[in-house]
């Protein structure tokens, strides 16, 4: 029940699902970057391969020249050129 009070009063307030969850929120930035934000953690990390973990699953970023810049507890920035983004979906939401 009080989950339910909490999303009526999250939608009451316009508030983006990211900011209340832990739902991560990507945004990519042409071919040459991308943030993360809502992260668990750095799985893997090459020049040319980075996978990085989240709440409901791990994103994995292909590319060369990738650098891992601007990492908070919460976000993540990954630079170079991007030629693919998988995500692999780890749990089941209803």
């Known amino acids: 029940m009080k989950r339910n009070k909490n ?12 900011v209340y969850s832990n739902v991560p929120k990507i945004i990519l930035t042409g071919f040459d970057e ?3 934000e809502n992260f668990k953690g750095i799985l893997e ?11 409901i699953g791990v994103v994995n970023i292909n590319g060369y020249g990738l650098s891992l810049e601007n990492m908070t ?6 630079k170079g050129k991007i030629e693919s983004l998988e995500i692999e979906r780890t749990i089941d939401e209803d």
């Open 34 to 36: 991308i943030i993360i």
């Open 7 to 18: 999303n009526r009063i999250d939608k009451f307030l316009e508030l983006p699902q990211e």
């Open 45 to 55: 990390y090459e020049e040319f391969y980075v996978r990085i973990n989240t709440h």
């Open 73 to 78: 507890n919460d976000d993540i920035k990954v």
